[in-house]
């Protein structure tokens, strides 16, 4: 799948595509909803179709301070794009500049000279240009005269409840995979570069893949029924401490899985680790007696509900 940069001119056999216009960040079922509009016009019509996102996203930009709130990598949502149907991925790398191009330059320059579309879909809540000055009907508006096409999308909903990536952020954090998984459509997860740690799980018998959580949000603390993904396609079961492991001195937050019946080296690999089902919280042990005890009790689980 090709990925384009929001600051190159598109040309070639991607130029006049159809493109789904958001943050997409998650990619969920409302998410998914824009983007089949746009993949079922782009073959309609048969042009191609290309999916935008934004990175780092603009809350970023407005409030770096915020704590970590992204549900997806760059590289999950590329690979969620082109399962959706699209022929790219269009990154539009938010900073002061893009903060600052008004809406009239957003449709004319970039949509319109720059990336040639011939047609844009949007969410009906989607805002865009400097002081979020421009909407759907403005989108519209300014692209009738210049031959741009729009189509938007209204929410969709589930048990008569708007989905949204703050929906799935709050079910993350109470520790609710069931509701955040199925909103995704998918088991949420986290993916990056298995890192060494301080080999207390090895000690314990449970040698762990520890991963930085980096930029993702922070689910609830504590241990999870997980499934990991390595490099070459195989899938195993496992279980996760994710936090700050209070019975280790410095606390060190991490994402830190134990895959069953697996003892293979994965240090320097990138992997993906999805978290299925939350079996408790994180909790300071008084010794590591007291700790592996209850590591084998949280397999035992783990193991029962992914069986």
């Given amino acids: 799948m090709t990925r384009l940069s929001g600051h190159d001119r598109i040309e070639g056999d991607l130029r006049g595509a159809i493109i789904a216009l958001g943050n997409f960040d998650g990619f969920h079922k409302g998410h998914q909803a824009v983007a089949k509009v746009a993949t079922d016009w782009a073959q309609a019509q048969g042009r191609p179709a290309i999916i935008a996102t934004f990175d780092p996203h603009p809350v970023r930009h407005f409030t770096p301070d915020a704590p970590p709130f992204r549900l997806t990598t760059l ?17 539009f790398e938010f900073g002061a500049e ?34 979020r000055a421009g909407n759907v009907v403005v989108m519209a508006e300014l692209g009738k005269p210049l031959g741009l096409s729009t189509k938007t999308v209204g929410p969709v909903s589930d048990d008569n409840e708007v989905i949204s990536s703050s929906r799935i952020r709050d079910a993350l954090k109470n520790g609710d995979c069931e509701t955040a998984n199925a909103l995704l459509t998918r088991p949420f997860a ?25 930029h993702y949000l922070r ?25 700050i492991r209070p019975t280790f001195d ?31 919280g994180e909790q300071k042990f008084d010794d590591l007696d007291e700790l592996k005890t209850r590591m084998e009790r949280d397999c035992h689980k783990a193991r029962e509900y992914l069986a």
């Fill in 250 to 280: 410095p606390p060190k937050e991490l994402l830190e899985p134990y895959f069953f019946d697996f003892n293979e080296d994965l240090y320097g690999k990138t992997i993906e680790v999805e978290l299925h089902h939350f079996l408790r």
């Fill in 98 to 131: 893009l903060a600052g191009t008004t809406a009239e330059d957003f449709v004319a320059k970039l949509l319109v000279d720059r990336f040639g579309a011939a047609g844009v879909v949007t969410g009906e809540d989607f805002t865009f240009g400097k002081g």
């Fill in 190 to 214: 986290i993916e990056g570069e298995v890192i060494h740690g301080d080999k207390n799980g090895r000690l314990l018998g449970y040698p762990t893949a520890n991963i930085d959580i980096d």
């Fill in 219 to 243: 689910p609830k603390y504590g241990i999870y029924a997980v499934k990991g993904k390595l490099p070459d396609g195989r899938i195993l079961n496992g279980a996760a401490n994710l936090g």
């Fill in 75 to 91: 590289g999950q949502r590329e690979r969620l794009f082109k399962a959706a149907g699209a022929d790219a991925m269009l990154v």
